[in-house]
């Protein structure tokens, strides 16, 4: 503590709020003590937020890995489902040809019954998952569904129009997946 006289102003010995100084270093050491307890609590907040942010980027370090496991799964498995929905398809194919192989099936019209089945099967399999098969046949030609391979001179058909699918085009939901490629009418020359 200092030995210094402060320039406090002493009012009457009337007043009890009056400081005498002689009442001073009191008056410090009870300052000192407040500021010490004071900086004592602000320390331990500070150890309790320091902790609870230590807890909580280890909880997010842990959220963090397990979301990128779990993405890294969904990415890995993400063909279950369709694969699921396939094998009876392929099993369907291998029984068919199975049965070629040995010469269980010599009738033709059994065997084209069986292979219309198993296209079916596999159509509404791909229909369910949402592939839509694009027809654009004697439409306008549509430079986001189709793929021109030739233009042909035509003067019955009007110009730019599909006249053959050579290939077939998909879209899956919205999405094109294999655009269709066809043959387009073009103004006679």
Same mark, same amino acid.
């Given at each position: 503590?200092?030995?210094?006289?402060?320039?406090?102003?002493?009012k009457d %010995?009337?007043?009890?709020?009056?400081?005498?100084?002689?009442?001073?270093?009191?008056?410090?050491?009870?300052?000192?003590?407040?500021?010490?307890?004071?900086?004592?609590?602000?320390?331990?907040?500070?150890?309790?937020?320091?902790?609870?942010?230590?807890?909580?980027?280890?909880? &997010?370090?842990?959220?963090?890995?397990?979301?990128? /496991?779990?993405?890294?799964?969904?990415?890995?498995?993400?063909?279950?489902?369709?694969?699921?929905? @396939? @094998?009876?398809?392929?099993?369907?194919?291998?029984?068919?040809? $199975?049965?070629?192989?040995?010469?269980? /099936?010599?009738?033709? $019209? /059994?065997?084209?019954?069986?292979?219309?089945?198993?296209y079916d099967? &596999?159509?509404?399999?791909?229909?369910?998952?949402? @592939?839509?098969?694009?027809?654009?046949? %004697?439409k306008e030609?549509?430079?986001?569904?189709?793929?021109?391979?030739?233009?042909?001179?035509?003067?019955?058909?009007?110009?730019?129009?599909?006249?053959?699918?050579? $290939?077939?085009?998909?879209?899956?939901?919205?999405?094109?997946?294999?655009?269709?490629?066809?043959?387009?009418?073009?103004?006679?020359?």
């Amino acid at each position: 503590m200092s030995n210094k006289k402060h320039n406090v102003p002493i009012k009457d %010995g009337k007043n009890k709020n009056s400081v005498k100084e002689n009442d001073l270093p009191a008056a410090e050491e009870n300052a000192e003590d407040e500021v010490q307890s004071n900086n004592s609590e602000v320390e331990n907040e500070n150890a309790k937020l320091k902790d609870t942010l230590l807890r909580k980027v280890a909880e &997010f370090e842990n959220y963090k890995r397990r979301m990128d /496991t779990e993405i890294s799964n969904y990415i890995k498995y993400a063909s279950e489902n369709i694969i699921k929905e @396939l @094998l009876p398809v392929y099993d369907d194919l291998g029984r068919s040809i $199975e049965s070629i192989n040995k010469g269980e /099936t010599k009738d033709f $019209e /059994t065997l084209k019954k069986g292979v219309n089945l198993i296209y079916d099967k &596999f159509k509404n399999v791909l229909e369910n998952e949402g @592939l839509k098969e694009i027809n654009s046949l %004697g439409k306008e030609f549509n430079v986001d569904v189709n793929s021109a391979l030739m233009q042909i001179p035509r003067d019955d058909v009007k110009p730019n129009t599909v006249m053959e699918v050579i $290939e077939k085009g998909y879209k899956l939901k919205d999405k094109v997946v294999k655009h269709e490629k066809v043959l387009v009418s073009s103004e006679p020359k």
